[in-house]
């Protein structure tokens, strides 16, 4: 039996870093969407502002975090990743995700045009849901799919068990 070997997993404190960020802005980024429309949207009357502008704040400094700890997996994890030919699809879907998330953070932040904002808004809510979804799917695959090398020695096995059953 073959052992799948982990030459791509990123180090644990990066791990725990990526994924305690990921975290936190889920938490915040979720609990900042159920208040804003449970309380009336952009137009609600009664709506908590300063709760709701401290979720944002939170939010904002891990979106900062978060830029720091997929440069780190940029470095290392991605490119190692890439010539290993693992996860492919899922990785590149991640780090477009997080590449849309951080542009329409700066609209939301810098922009001053209003429909440009609700348009990055809706944008950036529907693509943080899926970034959450993203990553632990990429984890998950990346866990199941071996390595080209794995599978080169898998297939080199095969052929020697049938050529020598011949």
């Known amino acids: 039996m073959l052992e799948v070997q982990r030459t791509n997993s990123a180090p644990l404190w990066q791990r725990l870093f990526l994924y305690l960020t990921l975290s936190g802005l889920a938490v915040t980024g ?3 969407m159920i208040i804003h429309y449970a309380t009336g949207g952009f137009s609600g009357e009664h709506r908590p502002y300063a709760m709701l502008h401290q979720l ?3 939010h904002g400094i891990l979106g900062y975090v978060m830029a720091i700890a997929t440069g780190i997996f940029l470095g ?3 490119a190692a990743g890439w010539r290993a030919g693992r996860s492919r699809a899922t990785g590149v879907s991640v780090m477009i995700l997080l590449g849309v998330l951080m542009s329409t953070a700066l609209v939301l932040y810098y922009s001053g045009n209003d429909a440009l904002r609700s348009l990055a808004s809706l944008v950036h809510q529907i693509l943080g849901v899926g970034v959450v979804l993203a990553i632990p799917l990429h984890v998950a ?6 390595t080209r090398a794995v599978r080169a020695m898998a297939a080199d096995s095969a052929r020697e068990t049938n050529s020598s059953a011949v």
Not at 141 to 146: G, Y
């Open 76 to 78: 290392q994890h991605v």
């Open 56 to 58: 944002m704040i939170y």
């Open 141 to 146: 695959q990346r866990i199941a799919q071996p």
């Open 30 to 32: 979720s609990a900042w």
